[in-house]
């Protein structure tokens, strides 16, 4: 007997009847879409054959995916070396994915990741993509998280906030967008990295709004008819690029600047029928670091359409389905997870689809998470602005809080003078 609360498998012959139809007229878009149905079709035909001579089938392979971030965090394949200048990203997929795994690395071990972090810092503020690189939001945004998941007192103070608000406001737009880099392109994931660091460093209140004066007006010009966001105005709606437009503009407490209700239409038509797991944008295929991408930003715009003042009653995605093409299709039997089967894995998307998983249990209630399979695949939560855990955001707010006084004399001080520079 199962209580009715509990989460089932769905019937995949019945599916079936959920998998594409183009109607005898193929287009290289409707191949792509049916060589990806039928291999996720293989994936869900072996767990039905199998499942009840093989328990682990409704299981995370937890230790295996311990061993592999393990490992990774230790050394890096050759392979990685296209992502020399992405390394604070290569820590902070691995810190997060152990974190929801509920697997902690030893001091040693996170002392030296502090050591390497401190060595990305660059000298105008903000970190680089690896040591002596010059800095960039993005690689900003991830040793912030990494260094916040470690919560030490030598992790807190690799971050220098003063030279890195110098930095931000040297990236900052007169119209309130980000350049990602001095001189660098400028898109919605520079505006949220910024307001995300800002948030979880705790700058003072006059500082923020004088750094983010005009950034919640640009983001909003950045969705797209359809109700996403692109990258920039006039740009493709994209999964990530919309969790980036609707976090930043949550941080900020300016959601009303967006049209939210076509937001959650657009977002809630991103979940795949056959493969339950959600694709980043229209008439593209199912891709597991989506579960974070979109499965965060439903949740997000729920809050703000209900003002964010009390529990979520009901998450308006199908967590069960999310779930179930996780765990089935995309785990790695040595550790690892992947956007979609026959891919390899990566740390990415190992990160992004354990976060999905953990946004699916946890977002109507962390009390009582949602968990398909056997218990053992219940995740910790993770904080769906930052994606990082909860309690890691308070540590560090409270932490820079206590900062404030001694960093930040007063909104004159020169820590704040780059806006006036950079806007005249």
Request: charged content about 20%; proline content about 4%; some cysteine.
């Amino acid at each position: 007997m199962y209580s009715e609360d509990e989460l089932l498998f769905r019937n995949f012959q019945q599916l079936k009847s959920y998998k594409l139809d183009d109607e005898k007229s193929s287009t290289t878009t409707s191949r792509e879409q049916q060589k990806t149905e039928t291999s996720v079709e293989k994936c869900f035909d072996r767990f039905e054959e199998l499942q009840s001579s093989h328990p682990r089938l409704t299981q995370f392979f937890r230790l295996e995916h311990q061993y592999y971030l393990d490992a990774m965090l230790r050394r890096l394949p050759s392979n990685y070396e296209c992502l020399d200048s992405s390394r604070p990203w290569c820590v902070y997929w691995i810190l997060q994915a152990a974190q929801l795994l509920s697997f902690n690395f030893d001091d040693k071990t996170l002392d030296r990741v502090v050591q390497f972090l401190s060595k990305c810092r660059a000298p105008t503020g903000g970190f680089g993509g690896g040591p002596g690189q010059f800095a960039h939001l993005a690689p900003t945004y991830a040793a912030v998280n990494s260094l916040c998941i470690i919560g030490t007192k030598n992790a807190y103070r690799a971050i220098d906030r003063p030279t890195l608000v110098q930095f931000l406001f040297s990236v900052r737009q007169p119209d309130g967008s980000f350049r990602l880099h001095v001189d660098g392109e400028t898109d919605v994931r520079g505006a949220y990295c910024a307001i995300s660091c800002a948030k979880l460093l705790n700058l003072p209140e006059l500082v923020m709004k004088e750094l983010f004066t005009g950034t919640g007006d640009w983001i909003a010009k950045c969705q797209t008819y359809e109700g996403g966001f692109g990258g920039a105005p006039e740009l493709e709606a994209h999964g990530g690029y919309t969790f980036c437009g609707i976090a930043g503009l949550a941080l900020l407490n300016e959601a009303h600047k967006c049209n939210k209700k076509a937001l959650l239409h657009w977002t809630l038509l991103r979940q795949m029928s056959y493969e339950g797991g959600f694709q980043g944008r229209t008439n593209k295929l199912v891709d597991g670091c989506y579960s974070f991408w979109v499965g965060a930003t439903i949740p997000i715009t729920q809050a703000t359409l209900s003002g964010g003042d009390k529990e979520m009653e009901h998450t308006l995605f199908d967590v069960e389905a999310l779930q179930e093409y996780i765990l089935i299709c995309c785990q790695k039997q040595n550790g690892g997870l992947i956007d979609k089967p026959g891919k390899p894995q990566d740390l990415y998307h190992t990160c992004y689809t354990l976060s999905g998983v953990s946004i699916a249990q946890h977002s109507e209630s962390a009390s009582c998470p949602q968990v398909l399979g056997d218990t053992i695949n219940e995740l910790l939560p993770t904080h769906p602005l930052f994606n990082i855990p909860p309690k890691s955001v308070a540590a560090a707010i409270s932490h820079f809080n206590n900062s404030n006084d001694t960093d930040f004399a007063s909104p004159s001080d020169s820590t704040c003078r780059g806006v006036s520079e950079q806007d005249s």
